[in-house]
């Protein structure tokens, strides 16, 4: 049988691809897909080295190791070696899971002409078999991880996030509510609840002092000044069914971005509007702000960006 070179490259460029595309995804990485398509042809460049057997050197599990972390620093270069090997983890874990896709559709389709050497299967079968196996096994592991992320556990509650509005900034815990499915009726953008107090420092005293004004249209006269003029394109009037009522409006603000930091991570999020509540969250002061988990899933309207890829 015929093995062409150009088709094993191909073959396996397109897998690494997919696999490195869906541990970006899953980890919520902004994606260079030069990087990727980088990464991924030095992954191919391997496998014809590994087939030809041109050195022993590249049978080695060391080499395939250290392959395996140059490939995931070239596609999402890892600002430290803690949140690099996080990224290696789910990268094996996903590459195991497209591993038993294919070998799951290799069992049905029972190729003819397919044969290993030296740890690669070669045969005609590979291109649709490697683009089904990569589709199933982007499913499998987007469904399974966001299985594990619904069961999170008491430590993984609480988040630091910094809030930008105009030119000012405040940085405080929050607490991942799995209740807040708070949002913009009109744009569909997630809130995140926010304690009055601590936003004195970031949106002026006229506004946070009036919000049920604001809230019921009797617009204060001093909040067309100058310090608060520019914030007035920014209100958003949320109502809500919690926080001790049974119906209720919170005044929200539009932020330029908030920050989210977990893990050693920072996801940067645009598209988001604080909901101004004017009472405590936390008796014990443990926070001072609620964020939904579908602010971390992202929407489609927010644009979702880990700063590890910078």
Known sequence: MTIYLDVVLIENLIMNYIILFATGYILKIKLHHIRLILSSLLGGIYSILAYMQILEIYSNIIMKLILSIVM??????????????????????????????????????????????NGMYIGTYPLKIAVLGGIVGFTISVISFKLVKHRLNKKDMFCNIT??????????????????????????????????????????????????KIIGGDVPSEIYEKECVEYISKFKVIPFTSLGRQNGLLLGIKANKVIIEMDENEQELKNVIIGIYDRKLSKKDKYSALLGLDVLEGSEQSELITSSSK
């Open 163 to 212: 809030i930008f509005i105009e030119e000012k900034n405040i940085r405080t815990k929050a607490m991942i509510d799995t209740g807040n499915m708070l949002k913009d009726p009109i744009s569909r953008m997630p809130v995140i609840v926010v304690e009055k107090d601590i936003l004195y420092e970031i949106i002026p005293n006229k506004i946070l002092d009036n919000l049920e």
């Open 72 to 117: 995931v620093y070239i596609a999402y270069k890892a600002k430290n070696v803690k949140i690099l090997t996080k990224q290696i983890i789910i990268f094996y874990l996903i590459s195991f899971v497209f591993g038993g896709s294919a070998f799951a559709l290799l069992y049905f389709v029972k190729p003819q002409e397919i044969f290993m050497k």
